[in-house]
């Protein structure tokens, strides 16, 4: 699987000509049970850096900024019942969107899972 | 302010970081907000069985002299004379405009008191109480005690299996009583009472003494360690309000809904009436009503409303704000309390809050959101 990550703790693939965005385990780790995600309108174009999403736990209420510019083409509807998918599998079931990528550059430029694993590690 | 100071720890802070606690900074301390499990789980532990919360951040102040009850009633606008030895009374600190500068507990120990007080608050109380009081009570912050408290309806069993004495019976004390019992071997000032809205119970010892209670609680099946988060998830369902958001030195006892915490002595007509600061505004108040009320809120949707969120009513005009705000492990939906105009606190009232740029429907609701379960 080619992961790509930021340095805030989102992370996106490649399926087809898509791109599907979630956050990573840490961020899940860090927020704590997650009890309400709002997931952005389908068909919004959103710029790279653009927050797209909210995810909140318990504690804290977290922005999800879009990792590649794009159209939202689905959300993940799943998580407005069961937004704890988020913390079970957060890489898989937990996913938040997937977009139309407006430049493909913008997937290869982020961070690959070596770069991502030495930031998570640096913070811990 | 804290800042720049290092934190400091209460004498269980090796058993929090022993249980992989997420620590984070709290009124000076450094505290567990939660531990392995998550604030969900604890919160419907402590509901269901006991919860064990480290609240040794607060302040402890003993209080001697003569005619101490009378006294501190020209702080606290409780009943304190009319305070039983091993009883405790929830009271205020007020100032001179009637608004809330802490909330207390003070317990009449027969030849002392003592006033319990929030860890944010505890060396502004200490300060006022003795400019105020200091020519004829002495006051004294007890830095070498802990403070425990087992809350949830396992909690009553787990502390009768931990006296040594069998003398001593854990049985008969109803809530808000407060009694000397040997613990674990260890003397403690124990007290039916806590902020979660279970039964439960809040025990203060020697600091020394607290990991090894601690550890002696937790070997009981029934009892698990809970952090800040469920504290104060806890007490956002019980409907009781937290200094510093629900309560500050711009909101009253009556806008609050304290009403009860000016006991019937101290009211117009009283055989003690007023003469505490604020007894005007006050006492004018619980005759007027006041122009804003605490009320509970219930979001219609499941995005949690949280503290500073703004509140409209239905054509948009501004009528109050959340104070706390959050998600409700027991109801499993958002809950949240705030002020509003007392026209609007009607229970069922519809109004608008405002979250990231959107209105969203959210109703007054009575509080509290989970019935209380005192030992009464």
Redesign the interface.
């Known amino acids: 699987m080619n992961m790509k990550y930021t340095d805030d703790h989102e992370w996106a693939r490649q399926e087809g000509d898509l791109v599907v965005i979630g956050i990573t385990d840490f961020a899940q780790q860090q927020l704590g049970e997650v009890v309400f995600v709002e997931l952005p309108e389908v068909d919004r174009e959103v710029d790279q850096g653009e927050d797209t999403a909210v995810v909140e736990s318990v504690k804290a209420a977290g922005e999800v900024k879009s990792p590649v510019s794009g159209t939202i083409v689905e959300v993940n509807e799943a998580l407005a019942d069961t937004p704890e998918k988020v913390n079970e599998d957060p890489t898989g079931e937990g996913w938040f969107y997937k977009l139309r990528p407006a430049d493909p550059g913008q997937l290869e430029a982020m961070l690959d899972e070596e770069a991502y694993q030495t930031l998570v590690e640096s913070l811990a | 302010m804290a800042d720049h100071n290092p934190l400091q720890t209460t004498p269980l802070h090796a058993l929090h970081q022993d249980n992989q606690a997420?620590l984070v900074p709290f009124a000076g301390y450094e505290m567990p907000?939660?531990y392995t499990p998550?604030?969900?789980k604890e919160h419907l532990h402590t509901r269901a069985m006991a919860g064990l919360f480290d609240v040794s951040h607060m302040g402890q102040i003993r209080v001697d002299g003569e005619s101490i009850a009378a006294q501190l009633e020209n702080q606290i606008p409780a009943d304190l004379i009319g305070l039983a030895d091993g009883r405790q009374k929830y009271g205020l600190l007020l100032n001179l405009q009637g608004g809330i500068l802490d909330d207390l507990m003070a317990i009449n120990r027969g030849d002392h008191f003592v006033l319990i007080v929030n860890a944010a608050c505890k060396h502004d109380d200490l300060a006022l109480l003795k400019d105020n009081l200091g020519n004829t009570l002495q006051f004294e912050m007890m830095d070498d005690l802990a403070l425990i408290a087992l809350q949830g309806p396992e909690s009553a069993d787990v502390l009768s299996k931990s006296v040594s004495q069998p003398e001593q019976d854990v049985s008969r004390m109803k809530f808000m009583d407060v009694q000397d019992l040997e613990l674990a071997g260890f003397p403690c000032m124990v007290s039916r009472s806590g902020y979660s809205g279970e039964d439960g119970f809040e025990i203060s010892l020697a600091a020394e003494h607290a990991p090894s209670l601690a550890k002696a609680f937790l070997s009981h099946e029934s009892v698990d360690l809970a952090g800040l988060?469920a504290r104060d998830?806890l007490r956002m369902e019980a409907g009781l309000c937290l200094y510093g958001q629900d309560l500050d030195p711009e909101t009253t006892p009556i806008e609050a809904g304290l009403k009860w915490a000016i006991s019937p002595p101290r009211r117009a007509g009283g055989a003690r009436e007023g003469g505490f600061p604020g007894a005007d505004i006050i006492l004018d108040q619980f005759v007027q009503g006041p122009k804003r009320k605490l009320v509970g809120l219930l979001p219609e949707g499941?995005?949690?409303m949280?503290t500073g969120t703004q509140l409209f009513d239905q054509d948009s005009n501004p009528v109050g704000s959340i104070t706390s705000g959050?998600?409700s492990?027991s109801l499993g939906h958002?809950i949240s309390m705030g002020y509003v105009n007392t026209a609007l606190s009607t229970a069922g009232t519809l109004l608008q809050a405002e979250v990231?740029g959107k209105l969203l429907p959210v109703s007054v609701a009575t509080l509290p959101f989970v019935s209380h379960r005192y030992a009464r």
């Open positions: 997420k907000v939660h998550g604030i969900i988060g998830s499941r995005a949690p949280r959050g998600f492990p958002p990231r």
